[in-house]
């Protein structure tokens, strides 16, 4: 962890966090982004970003929040799904933690509305754990000082969550080449991620769910969508019917929280949380600010290279009861989709530019070796989304044959 304080340091610069960030309006900062019961400190803020680096926290001592938003990798893990205590491997992908303070909801399925509830989850998960991790550090003459000159307050769970989601709203990191080129620096960009930004807003319809604006700096529209991803062998009805027995048998959210995590109910997205027949297989939009830095990609993990994003969403999803009905397929030429990937790594922050970089020469590297889920059939409206399963011809494009 001692590496990642090291990079944390140098990215994050000092500045007055009781103040606005430059990037966001004041008004939204001041009325929507911080609560009122956990106002921005700097003792706030600095018992947060030592927590946010505590492997105590956890029932085995192995794993913070840094474990799974690495301050080095984008603030993510850049695995297929997150690893737990005891190298347990979860169902789900982790988002990065970067800019999550502009979220509506938190988590994959939005199962909770703030940052202070999502800090909580993890703690308690896969078992309660809230005592034992306040047990682990209330010894720490560090954090009994801490926690005093923050809160007023012994250690505690409410607290020790306040002060990691004070930490979490100081990771703003919304200062792209995008955003000179939206302020009227024309050569901030290039002509190919030019030509990819007409493409967004326009035949690539990624605006329908990703407009992106200043009053909407990442993109999302905070709704929930079924975009047919590892959908061809899920029975989404037969999972949401038996989810829906085992949550009436209680538990509450941290049932949500297991079953999302932990088991292939998993891929049922929203509906755990909702129970709303609309919501099967929908997850949340997540943001596309410094998309580059975030493979692989979906809430499985399942796509390594935003060439397989747009082959995914060029093709129309993978057809399934539940699937959007703005996913269809795009037509989108090769030139087209090279044009839409360069603009998306255009929105990666100036802190990470080099790393920006290395990772669109790796992604561009491999996506000339292997494009698993490229159908330009599909693409071209050759055949229509069901002939494949009809003709018995459907390919498992999710997988991976090297995997």
Same mark, same amino acid.
């Given at each position: 962890?001692?590496?990642?304080?090291?990079?944390?340091?140098?990215?994050?610069?000092?500045?007055?966090?009781?103040?606005?960030?430059?990037?966001?309006?004041?008004?939204?900062?001041?009325?929507?982004?911080?609560?009122?019961?956990?106002?921005?400190?700097?003792?706030?803020?600095?018992?947060?970003?030592?927590?946010?680096?505590?492997?105590?926290?956890?029932?085995?001592?192995?794993?913070?929040?840094?474990?799974?938003?690495?301050?080095?990798?984008?603030?993510?893990?850049?695995?297929?799904?997150?690893?737990?205590?005891?190298?347990?491997?979860?169902?789900?992908?982790?988002?990065?933690?970067?800019?999550?303070?502009?979220?509506?909801?938190?988590?994959?399925?939005?199962?909770?509305?703030?940052?202070?509830?999502?800090? /909580?989850?993890?703690?308690?998960?896969?078992?309660?754990?809230?005592?034992?991790?306040?047990?682990?550090?209330?010894?720490?003459?560090?954090?009994?000082?801490?926690?005093?000159?923050?809160?007023?307050?012994?250690?505690?769970?409410?607290?020790?969550?306040?002060?990691?989601?004070?930490?979490?709203?100081?990771?703003?990191?919304?200062?792209?080449?995008?955003?000179?080129?939206?302020?009227?620096?024309?050569?901030?960009?290039?002509?190919?991620? /030019?030509?990819?930004?007409?493409?967004?807003?326009?035949?690539?319809?990624?605006?329908?769910?990703?407009?992106?604006?200043?009053?909407?700096?990442?993109?999302?529209?905070?709704?929930?969508?079924?975009?047919?991803?590892?959908?061809?062998?899920?029975?989404?009805?037969?999972?949401?019917?038996?989810? +829906?027995?085992?949550?009436?048998?209680?538990?509450?959210?941290?049932?949500?929280?297991?079953?999302?995590?932990?088991?292939?109910?998993?891929?049922?997205?929203?509906?755990?949380?909702?129970?709303?027949?609309?919501?099967?297989?929908?997850?949340?939009?997540?943001?596309?600010?410094?998309?580059?830095?975030?493979?692989?990609?979906?809430?499985?993990?399942?796509?390594?290279?935003?060439?397989?994003?747009?082959?995914?969403?060029?093709?129309?999803?993978?057809?399934?009861?539940?699937?959007?009905?703005?996913?269809?397929?795009?037509? +989108?030429?090769?030139?087209?989709?090279?044009?839409?990937?360069?603009?998306?790594?255009?929105?990666?922050?100036?802190?990470?530019?080099?790393?920006?970089?290395?990772?669109?020469?790796?992604?561009?590297? +491999?996506?000339?070796?292997?494009?698993?889920?490229?159908?330009?059939?599909?693409?071209?409206?050759?055949?229509?989304?069901?002939?494949?399963?009809?003709?018995?011809?459907?390919?498992? +494009?999710?997988?991976?044959?090297?995997?």
């Amino acid at each position: 962890m001692e590496a990642q304080k090291a990079i944390a340091a140098k990215l994050l610069p000092g500045r007055d966090v009781t103040q606005p960030p430059a990037p966001v309006d004041a008004e939204l900062w001041e009325t929507v982004v911080v609560p009122a019961d956990n106002r921005m400190t700097r003792e706030r803020v600095a018992l947060g970003k030592k927590l946010y680096f505590e492997k105590r926290l956890s029932k085995d001592g192995t794993v913070a929040c840094a474990t799974c938003h690495d301050v080095s990798r984008g603030f993510t893990d850049q695995r297929k799904t997150s690893e737990g205590i005891g190298g347990a491997l979860g169902q789900r992908n982790s988002p990065t933690s970067m800019n999550a303070f502009l979220m509506e909801t938190q988590f994959l399925d939005g199962r909770v509305p703030s940052l202070e509830e999502q800090a /909580k989850l993890p703690i308690v998960n896969p078992m309660p754990n809230e005592q034992a991790a306040i047990t682990a550090i209330k010894r720490d003459a560090d954090y009994k000082d801490m926690f005093e000159a923050a809160y007023g307050s012994k250690p505690n769970y409410e607290d020790l969550a306040r002060a990691i989601a004070a930490f979490e709203r100081t990771l703003v990191f919304l200062d792209a080449p995008f955003d000179r080129f939206l302020a009227g620096h024309e050569n901030a960009i290039s002509a190919e991620a /030019k030509q990819g930004w007409e493409l967004f807003n326009g035949k690539a319809r990624c605006m329908s769910c990703h407009e992106i604006n200043p009053s909407n700096p990442l993109g999302i529209d905070n709704h929930f969508h079924n975009i047919g991803v590892s959908a061809r062998t899920q029975n989404f009805e037969n999972l949401a019917g038996r989810a +829906l027995d085992m949550l009436s048998e209680g538990g509450g959210m941290q049932t949500i929280d297991r079953l999302a995590l932990e088991t292939k109910f998993s891929e049922l997205g929203r509906f755990l949380v909702s129970g709303d027949h609309s919501d099967i297989g929908a997850f949340k939009t997540s943001q596309i600010r410094n998309i580059g830095l975030t493979a692989p990609y979906m809430h499985d993990g399942s796509m390594k290279t935003l060439w397989d994003v747009m082959d995914h969403y060029n093709g129309g999803g993978e057809t399934n009861p539940f699937l959007d009905g703005g996913i269809v397929p795009l037509e +989108l030429s090769e030139s087209e989709i090279d044009a839409v990937v360069a603009f998306m790594f255009t929105l990666t922050d100036r802190r990470f530019a080099d790393q920006n970089q290395t990772i669109m020469r790796e992604q561009k590297q +491999l996506a000339a070796r292997k494009r698993p889920f490229r159908n330009t059939a599909m693409a071209e409206g050759k055949i229509l989304p069901f002939e494949p399963e009809v003709m018995g011809t459907a390919q498992n +494009l999710g997988q991976n044959p090297e995997e």
